[in-house]
Structures are given as structure tokens and as C-alpha cells.
């Protein structure tokens, strides 16, 4: 019998497929603009015994589907911890929004801080960047520099961030400083989000964010911390939802 958490996000959706706790696929792609068309898809695809959703667009296979839901934290939370059992901190930094989820020695949520009012620090708002100063969304993240330097972004709206890098490049200022001081601005943006939490290691950057080579560098500086990344960082969210979907299946006695 397989269960399949399926973790419907703003840019992409993600499939994780287990049975009898083991991982037998892992499913990415674009969210598009048929996200539930794609995600009905996938259902049919592996057809699980049962399936949860999670992420953004979570509740269109709740209304379309009758299929169960949980939150993206909740997700985050078993499935970070699964791939990672030593994690007791937890960032996520989104498409549209940025979590930090605290943990207690068994996994249980302690206490969580989430930016979902605007796109600023985001997923999105790294990709609007990149594209103004010319880097692919891969670039981006691997950029090397002079991480010191005082330039600073002042804001942190897309738009007006956007209108502040086109001024700084028109005054001469390489793309490289820019990119970097965009990196900073969101890294502090996450610190002071892990600042309202007790920020205990091991520390896992999960989420699409977590490749962002730079951005992890920045923030693991900040701290003075360790920050632990899985090479499957995309999948926690589907991940713990398919490991919710089973074991409630156990618990219900199905």
C-alpha cells in the first residue's frame, strides 16, 4: 500500500511517494497555470492508497478532490525532521513566504514565526532580482564576492527593491556587490525572524531557497552557526505529508 504527500507550491509542486515508510519516488514540477489540472494528474499518476496536501495551493485538491490537507508547518516539521532527525530548527524560505519552525528533542512543534504578507525576501522576490541584474535563478546563488562591502538595500518591497537596483546600476555599481547586498537583505530578514524563536541546532534549511549557496553562507555567518541541507531540500514538504498520510491511515486502521 502507498501514500502520497503532494505539496502544491506557488512555483513548483512537489510528490513524494512512500510505502511502509520507505520512499519509493520523488515528483517535481512546474506549478504552472493549471495547478490543480497538475495535481490531479499526479494523483492519477501513482494513484495511493491515500494522499495529503500541503503548501500554497493546498485546498484546491481539498475543494476538487475531497483530499485531507495540513499546513505547510506541520509538513515542514516531520518532513525536515525525517530527512534530518537531529533537526531541531527548521528555514524555509518559500515561493511566497518564509517560515521558521522551532522543535523540541521529539520532533513536536515549539513555536513558529511566518512572513506570508508580500513577496519580499522570498522565492519570487530572489527571482524578480536575479532577472534585473541578468543572472539565471542558478547564478544567482553561487555568486562570490566581497561579502563585507557596506552597500546596502534599503527596501525590501519587489517593486521598489526592483527600482533601487536599476538606480544602482546606472550609477556604475557592479552586479556582483548588488547581487550581494540583495543576499544580505534577506538574510537578515531571516534573522530577525530566528530571533523570536529559541534557536536551537541542528539547524535545516529545507524548501527551494535552501540551494542558494550564497544566501545559506550569509545567514550561517550572521548566527555563527551550522546550517544542515539535505540534497532532497525541495521534497520536506511532500515528504512529511505522505508520512501523515500514512501513518493517520495506521492510526484509523485502514
Known sequence: MSFLGIDIGS??????????GTVIDWFKIETSYEPLKRSLEI?????????????????????NGNIPTITEIKAFAIGARALMPSCRTIIDIGGQ??????LDE??????FEMNDKCSAGTGRFLEIMASALAYSIDEFGKIEGEIESPLQISSMCTVFAESEVISLIS?????EEI???????????VISMLKKISLEEDI?????????????????????KRI?????????????AAIYAEKSSIEQGK
Not at 46 to 61: D, E, F, M, N, W
Not at 97 to 102: A, E, N, Y
Not at 171 to 175: A, E, L
Not at 228 to 240: C, P, T
Open 11 to 20: 512555483r513548483y509542486i512537489k510528490a513524494v511517494l512512500i510505502e511502509k
Open 43 to 63: 494523483l492519477k499518476k501513482y494513484s495511493p492508497i491515500k494522499a495529503v496536501a500541503t503548501g500554497y495551493g493546498r485546498h484546491l485538491l481539498s475543494f
Open 97 to 102: 513566504d518564509t517560515k521558521i519552525i522551532s
Open 106 to 111: 521529539r520532533g513536536n512543534i515549539k513555536k
Open 171 to 175: 550609477k556604475g555599481i557592479s552586479r
Open 179 to 189: 547581487a550581494i547586498a540583495i543576499h544580505r537583505a534577506i538574510a537578515k530578514r
Open 204 to 224: 535545516v534549511f529545507a524548501g527551494g531557497c535552501a540551494g542558494n549557496r550564497l544566501l545559506k553562507k550569509l545567514i550561517e555567518i550572521d548566527i555563527g
Open 228 to 240: 544542515l541541507i539535505h540534497e532532497k531540500h525541495h521534497f520536506a514538504g511532500a515528504l512529511g
